[in-house]
């Protein structure tokens, strides 16, 4: 009688417990397979600007975009893209500059502290973003202004299982690329 109890108690340990696990891990789970099946790509457009044709800025968003994927070596694809309409002097009216990258991350919350940390490393004051509404495609996400030098702009970064991206709204403020948000990051990250 007593074999019995013990067994039967570590029965229900066993099925319990597994039990348990799946129930408390299902979700994590789901998330992480659905991660893994997140893509970024290179939209033609982005809200009505078209790809900024300049050689010069391409080939510095293509060496950033170079050490992102170092520091992400998992990452399953990748954007390093500029966008904008041309005025009629050459220069560029509503430059955006997109960088994301596919990666599987299981805490993007500390994933997306310490590519703000990276980011001030590289001299973009990232330490007064803040936290905004990233949109259907969840995860987390922080927008704020900046200055390089002399030249004002807006970055917004999200994180999320599947992506981290980066985007820098040159001569605008971060309220104008809030409202951009999930309409860019909509057209940049896809899930397969």
Known sequence: ?????????????????????????????????????????????????????????????????????????????SVGQAYGKKRADGQYEELILVQAVSNVTLDPQKALDEALRGLQGAGIQADGLTPVDPGPLGGHARCGDNKVGQVEMAICVWMDRGSFGLITYYFHSAADLQRELVAIRGAVQQRA
């Open 1 to 77: 009688m007593i074999v019995a109890i013990v067994l039967g108690v570590v029965l229900l340990l066993c099925v319990g417990g597994s039990l348990s696990a799946y129930l408390l891990l299902k979700d994590d789970v789901g998330e992480v397979v659905e991660a893994t099946q997140t893509r970024v790509v290179v939209p033609e457009t982005l809200n009505g600007r078209p790809k900024a044709t300049d050689a010069d800025l391409q080939g510095k968003l293509d060496a950033s975009m170079a050490g992102m994927r170092k520091a992400l070596p998992r990452a399953t694809s």
